[in-house]
């Protein structure tokens, strides 16, 4: 028996039409003699139409009876899709979380799946059946159904094609694939045939929403190809594969990202002391705050520098809190926070071994008269921080100048 | 522990503010030391919304997946009612009806409870939680949750008072009680205190729609007094108990109801023969045609009589055709539909003892110049059917006959 499993985003079933036309796929999938497991999230909006209507109830849910109520979003979803199925003529049967055996554990809210007992997936399989699994749900040893956090469902497909080793997993959304950069701003953007996780990984890190890292990461961990493709349209999308997959070649820009959704903060005249740096971190640390591109300046002739960071917009305020409380013990002079800022980054791989990678995005800037704020590079990515108004014209500019759009991948 | 069942309609819960206002009534029971149990409906409109889904998705849709979309409606209900519990103060959990241990079988769609593993409950309820149990829903035997048809939600109440021996069940509506007539049309109506299981299941037949008659049914094989009151109001409304609990009065009207939901149908010319009645009935009854007062006149000196019912109007095409069919084998003369009608009737006991009580009827109705179409007549009920004009102020001219808004119950 070979086994495809389709995973459909909200978006592709965000309504009775979306849904019929996503099992029209699932079917056709079933035609090819494929046995077909179909996962579901919960169809458009729903889900934030449950939080809200939470939010009026009270603005601290409880996390167990909130997985109680958001969980009926999938239900409804995986329900309309095997309807769908039935109703063309192919059999099909819905199954929640706990009903296909997928057990979690962990807090209501941010559940992991523990393991995938596939009996009864298995069962209605080998009768025929198109078997539709709710997305981002599992059962918790007490009885309750939990929801496995953001991005659940893509992990829900990627742990049933990895119980059910299928080798691979379809994954169907408003994405037509991961291209070389957002086609909306750089026209002459191509489509990737292939990618490897850790590009992905390095992607998403730089702002570029394709799927979550979480379900990426355990996709490579067992050994599962992702196939990012348009729910809406025909044609292949992107395989994201393992590394070793993928020819090597000495240096590659695979992908590039710009992300206008962080803020620069830089706390200015931090005495240039040993564990002056560790303070700054620790005092953000604390306070749950992600940090991308640390920067320290060199140090003056009075002794002091800067130390710049990368935050997201939502944390902006508290992080600008928690640094004024480290600068005013640390005797900084003051803590600044710019918001006009756009990280653009290159993403692939052997950079390291490659300085011209990095060179050519300077060199392109210059050009462009692009002041770059911020700059910092690994082996997979090179980040430049530009003025938010450059943001799209150093995309453009930098996709040219490596030539993204007559790639080989 | 004495245990309290609250059952909450669909309307008392129709929205997250409504929600909160039944969850202070639950608390407020709580704090008065029962152990409170409670059964919510899904919230407003819900169960109309995702059928009219489905019905996007296919006109005949799998009754297996109808369960699973619609059994939502009520987790959606039980996760605010317990998130509003929490929010408050009182500590609640909310349970399926599979995660409340009701077992059900039978078809999706229609099946029953088979019975009720108390043991998840009463845990709960030890360690002094508000348990909010989805109504309508059970676990069938091979793992579904199934519906259990209409007026479920309140069966769900009855069922867990008798398994937990509570001998009584609150059902919260949007109706303030068991009232003499309709308040609408008769002003001067009165709130009953009590009424018997049978005179509200003669009601429910005479078209007040109160509660379903299966809970009736249930609740009286099971010894469950029924207490009907308003979610919005707090005054005590109607209880539902055993005949034998009222106290036995010669003859007693309690409460009118005024139905124009039928249509009248008549066989006309039948010819006078043994057998023809039943084959006429037959003919309903072989389509699934409900039918309320059979009357036959008696036959004319050529022969042939006439054969009348009632019928839900929304049955009315299908038994008009079903009728005729019968007729043109019969070689009886036509086939009549009226659809100007109403059904007036009288509910209470001892009837047949007393033929005053349907004397008054008949003579009011004269009185007030109401032409009487058609009269049957029980222990429990009288029935005229009168012009669909006429119907109100029949209602309130009987009502009035019977001196009902000065009554003892």
Chains 1, 2 share one sequence.
């Not at 997936?121 to 007490?142: C, D, E, M, S």
């Not at 240039?272 to 991308?292: E, H, M, N, R, T």
Request: hydrophobic residues 45%; positive net charge; glycine residues 8%.
């Amino acid at each position: 028996m070979k086994i495809t499993v389709m995973k459909f985003g909200g978006t592709s079933v965000a309504d009775p039409e979306k849904i019929q036309r996503a099992a029209e796929r699932a079917i056709s999938e079933r035609r090819k003699g494929y046995a077909v497991v179909v996962v579901v999230s919960a169809p458009g909006e729903m889900t934030d139409e449950l939080m809200s209507l939470a939010e009026r109830i009270t603005t601290k849910p409880d996390e167990r009876e909130l997985d109680q109520l958001v969980t009926t979003g999938e239900q409804v979803g995986i329900s309309l899709f095997a309807m769908a199925c039935k109703a063309r003529g192919s059999d099909a049967v819905s199954l929640t979380g706990p009903q296909a055996g997928i057990d979690a554990v962990g807090a209501p809210g941010c559940a992991q799946i523990r393991r995938i007992r596939t009996r009864s997936v298995l069962k209605h399989l080998k009768a025929g059946r198109i078997v539709v699994v709710a997305g981002f749900q599992g059962l918790a040893p007490n009885g309750d159904t939990s929801t496995l956090g953001r991005g659940g469902s893509d992990l829900t497909a990627v742990a049933l094609a990895s119980a059910l080793k299928t080798g691979r997993c379809e994954i169907f959304s408003d994405v037509k694939g991961v291209y070389t950069a957002d086609p909306r701003i750089v026209h002459d953007a191509r489509k990737l045939k292939r990618i490897s996780f850790e590009e992905m990984l390095e992607l998403a890190g730089a702002g570029a929403q394709v799927m979550q890292a979480r379900s990426m990461e355990v996709a490579e961990r067992f050994g599962v190809e992702l196939h990012v493709r348009s729910a809406f349209h025909n044609p292949t999308g992107t395989w994201i594969v393992a590394q070793e997959k993928i020819m090597l070649e000495k240096a590659f820009v695979s992908s590039l990202a710009l992300d206008k959704s962080e803020v620069r903060l830089t706390v200015v005249g931090v005495p240039d002391q040993p564990g002056v740096a560790a303070a700054v971190l620790s005092a953000l640390a604390a306070d749950g705050i992600p940090v991308d591109m640390i920067i320290q300046s060199a140090p003056s002739q009075a002794g002091v520098n800067d130390m710049s960071f990368m935050t997201p917009k939502a944390f902006a305020v508290r992080a600008k809190k928690a640094l004024e409380a480290a600068a005013a013990k640390l005797r900084a002079e003051r803590v600044d926070l710019n918001d006009q800022v756009a990280k653009v980054s290159a993403v692939g791989t052997g950079f390291r071994h490659s300085p011209k990678i990095a060179a050519t995005m300077f060199d392109v800037l210059a050009k462009a008269k692009i002041n770059i704020h911020m700059i910092s590079a690994s082996d997979l990515r090179v980040s430049c921080v530009v003025d938010l108004k450059d943001g799209e014209s150093a995309l453009r500019a930098i996709h040219k100048a490596y030539g993204l759009s007559k790639g080989r991948r």
